[in-house]
């Protein structure tokens, strides 16, 4: 159990792929950090840095106090949890366990003990005696992390761990894994693309694209603060709604123009937030769930029409577009077209295509982004 | 709608289950390959147990019955030419381990591996007469082993592997090796291929260092080739050896170098005793089948 730091850790592969490019990074004794990003973005090779399965291109990583870098990876005393497993193929579940122990040297029992052991924690005992072949993919799934927990090691290392696996399995074993880490109390860098996975499993999330971190926070964090405009975006389903309009703080009043519709905001907001005075564009973001239905229009409503509606059971999403946008007043190019919003709605809430509703934005949960560079025009946390 | 459950009641009926159905169709599917096979193979297997039985110079054969095959085996040059296969087996695992070697290191890309792949796979693609004719040059009086013993300074050492009985043996296994290690190679490479390079990463973060991988991920996986690469090189040995004795040494000296397979050659167009030769033709044919099935049942047992 140890400390994980990545310190301004890059990897260039050939001359100019840039797969992960500056990434600082600590992760705490016994925390659960889970990389999530789109793919491509360089969640894998940062893992792999850490494991020792790929040079570090520049930068220091240190796992315990330890620089790494120049480590292999059979002396960091890092366990790893590979997408496709990588059982060994021609070895009981057993012995697939028992590898790294029997490499190791321990002795016949104590190998024999720790396996039961692992066997116990992850519901193999029955299984034991088999080829990873005659196994389900859970249970395959299982042996892998059998062979991780096993070692005791200093950290777990899991590459998108769940991603073979059918939808329910993938709940079932995201609750196994998470509660498996507590009760072992072990580092744990998870990479998935899956921002349902990252949300529920991770003390911490670090929010990648395009080799460059973009934000960590606990989850709760990253979902009410989000640092920019693709993290609002990446995180949460359906995803926040980002509407380029305009706004100026002026006259104790913040007021947002999309075309020439205006709702006002809370004054409050200024303090908090970097508005420009002078209607400059900007990107609001509003999360489906603060997008609310209202009985009639008022000074702060948006008049809007349904254009899709998608009942999910528990709840409706309800695909608006913001009427009189495209005869904006302004000669803006980017308004000329449809604004649309998705707002989540109670089951019961009768609504169908071609209503016209009128809708508020929670006034306390509206999003600000430069309209240049995406970041949170927030100042204050 | 009836209709269709009238047939497939009956098409299912007791007599023939689903899986019953399932063999007779590949029975079915096997059988223009059967002919060919009895056509080809089988009738002539038993043409040549019957001539075993006969008298036979080419033309005329004559009945003689069991008493040919205690004959045979009264023959002293067929016992050197069965000791002569065995001690060529010897070279089998220098034949499976030598390419395993090139083919390992081949795969983790050594620095100019193209090359060395080509260089090795070329006795594959060159004539075994041809390269028969380069090792007879190669171990001759005046060839190339002497002339790099000789650069090497060691000017009055000479020798003449073909030219004893006591090691003419050894120089045709020597060959056979060479031959053996292209094809052998390439096959090494293909199974080290379809090896999931994650179970090596795997193997290496629980700790296993390079000979640990190799004998516990590499090798087991590399099994199933090996055993393959086993019995073609066998088969190989038995049956394939003949251009490369015919070209290099003639059998000679003596019967230093005449294998069961030189053997049939030299009875039925030497001596012109064709019954004798389908005799032999058969013991050879029996020793390549029990190598065979002896691997293919280890082959099974894997399962
Ligand atoms: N061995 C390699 N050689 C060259 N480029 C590579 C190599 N491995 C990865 N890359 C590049 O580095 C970038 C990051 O790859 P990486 O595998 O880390 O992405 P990822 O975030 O894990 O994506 P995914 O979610 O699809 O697994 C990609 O652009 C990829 O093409
Ligand atoms: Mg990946």
């Known amino acids: 159990m140890a400390e994980i730091i990545f310190d301004g850790v890059t990897k260039i592969f050939g001359d100019d792929i840039r797969a992960v490019d500056d990434l600082s990074l600590a992760i705490a004794e016994g925390e659960f950090m889970v990389f999530v990003g789109p793919s491509g973005c360089g969640k894998t090779t940062a893992l792999r840095m850490l494991a020792g399965l790929e040079d570090i291109t520049s930068g220091s990583l240190s796992i315990g106090g330890r620089i790494v870098n120049n480590v292999l990876p059979k002396h960091r005393d890092v366990a790893m949890v590979?997408?496709?497993?990588?059982?060994?193929?021609?070895?009981?579940?057993?012995?697939?366990?028992?590898?790294?122990?029997?490499?190791?040297?321990?002795?016949?029992?104590?190998?024999?003990?720790?396996?039961?052991?692992?066997?116990?924690?992850?519901?193999?005992?029955?299984?034991?005696?088999?080829?990873?072949?005659?196994?389900?993919?859970?249970?395959?799934?299982r042996v892998a992390m059998g062979r991780a927990i096993v070692r005791n090691p200093q950290a777990f290392l899991m590459d998108e761990p769940l991603s073979n696996l059918d939808a329910k399995l993938r709940v079932e074993m995201r609750l196994e894994i998470a509660r498996i880490q507590r009760l072992l109390g072990v580092a744990t860098v998870y990479v998935t693309h899956d921002q349902v996975e990252a949300m529920t499993m991770g003390d911490r999330v670090a929010v990648m694209r395009e080799g460059k971190l973009q934000q960590v926070d606990t989850p709760q964090d990253l979902y009410d603060r989000p640092a920019n405009e693709f993290v609002a975006g990446f995180m949460g389903s359906p995803p926040m709604n980002l509407i380029r309009c305009h706004a100026s703080a002026g006259n104790d009043r913040v007021a947002v123009h999309f075309g020439h519709q205006v709702i006002e905001l809370p004054w409050n907001y200024t303090s908090s937030h970097a508005l420009p005075e002078s209607g400059l564009e900007v990107v609001v973001g509003v999360r489906p769930e603060d997008v609310l239905i209202v009985d009639g229009a008022s000074t702060n409503t948006l008049e809007t029409r349904v254009e899709r509606r998608e009942a999910l059971g528990a709840e409706i999403l309800v695909h608006l577009s913001l009427l009189d946008t495209t005869t904006s007043s302004t000669s803006d190019?980017?308004?000329?077209?449809?604004?649309?919003?998705?707002?989540?709605?109670?089951?019961?809430?009768?609504?169908?295509?071609?209503?016209?509703?009128?809708?508020?934005?929670?006034?306390?949960?509206?999003?600000?982004?430069?309209?240049?560079?995406?970041?949170?025009?927030?100042?204050?946390? | 709608m009836s209709v269709i459950t009238a047939t497939t009641k009956q098409n299912?009926?007791?007599?023939m289950t689903l899986r019953r159905r399932r063999q007779f169709a590949g029975f079915l599917f096997t059988l223009p390959a059967l002919a060919l096979v009895i056509g080809f193979i089988g009738i002539p297997i038993g043409q040549a147990i019957y001539y075993s039985f006969t008298s036979w110079n080419g033309l005329t054969s004559q009945w003689i019955g069991p008493s040919t095959w205690s004959q045979a085996f009264h023959n002293s040059n067929l016992w050197t030419a069965l000791q002569n296969n065995a001690l060529l087996l010897l070279s089998v695992p220098f034949a499976l381990g030598l390419p395993l070697c090139i083919a390992v290191l081949l795969h983790q890309r050594v620095a100019g591996w193209k090359v060395f792949r080509s260089i090795y796979f070329m006795p594959t693609a060159i004539s075994w007469?041809?390269?028969?004719?380069?090792?007879?040059?190669?171990?001759?009086?005046?060839?190339?082993?002497?002339?790099?013993?000789?650069?090497?300074?060691?000017?009055?050492?000479?020798?003449?592997?073909?030219?004893?009985?006591?090691?003419?043996?050894?120089?045709?296994?020597?060959?056979?090796?060479?031959?053996?290690?292209?094809?052998?190679?390439?096959?090494?490479?293909?199974?080290?291929?379809?090896l999931d390079p994650t179970l090596e990463e795997a193997a290496r973060i629980d700790g296993a260092g390079r000979w640990r991988i190799f004998r516990s991920i590499t090798l087991p996986h590399l099994s199933r080739f090996i055993q393959l690469a086993f019995v073609m090189t066998v088969i190989a040995l038995f049956s394939a050896l003949f251009s490369l004795i015919f070209v290099?040494?003639?059998?000679?000296?003596?019967?230093?170098?005449?294998?069961?397979?030189?053997?049939?050659?030299?009875?039925?167009?030497?001596?012109?005793?064709f019954g004798t030769a389908a005799l032999y033709g058969i013991i050879l044919f029996v020793l390549t089948a029990i190598v065979g099935i002896v691997q293919l049942r280890l082959i099974g047992s894997d399962e």
């Open chain 1, 82 to 141: 590979f997408q496709n497993y990588a059982l060994y193929p021609h070895m009981s579940v057993e012995r697939n366990i028992g590898f790294a122990l029997k490499i190791r040297g321990d002795s016949k029992d104590e190998i024999k003990r720790k396996v039961d052991e692992a066997a116990t924690i992850l519901h193999l005992n029955d299984f034991l005696d088999r080829r990873p072949k005659a196994l389900s993919g859970g249970q395959r799934q």
């Open chain 1, 333 to 381: 190019g980017e308004l000329s077209r449809p604004v649309s919003l998705v707002a989540k709605m109670g089951p019961r809430t009768k609504v169908s295509v071609g209503d016209i509703l009128y809708v508020q934005l929670s006034p306390e949960h509206a999003h600000f982004f430069d309209a240049t560079n995406g970041d949170s025009l927030r100042t204050r946390p």
């Open chain 2, 12 to 15: 299912a009926g007791p007599w």
């Open chain 2, 129 to 194: 007469v041809v390269l028969g004719l380069v090792a007879e040059r190669f171990f001759a009086y005046q060839g190339t082993l002497n002339s790099i013993i000789h650069f090497f300074g060691f000017s009055h050492t000479n020798t003449n592997m073909l030219g004893y009985e006591s090691t003419a043996l050894s120089a045709l296994g020597i060959t056979f090796v060479f031959t053996m290690i292209g094809t052998n190679t390439m096959l090494f490479l293909t199974g080290l291929a379809t």
């Open chain 2, 248 to 273: 290099m040494t003639g059998g000679g000296p003596g019967y230093a170098t005449t294998t069961m397979e030189f053997l049939i050659y030299q009875t039925g167009f030497n001596q012109g005793d």
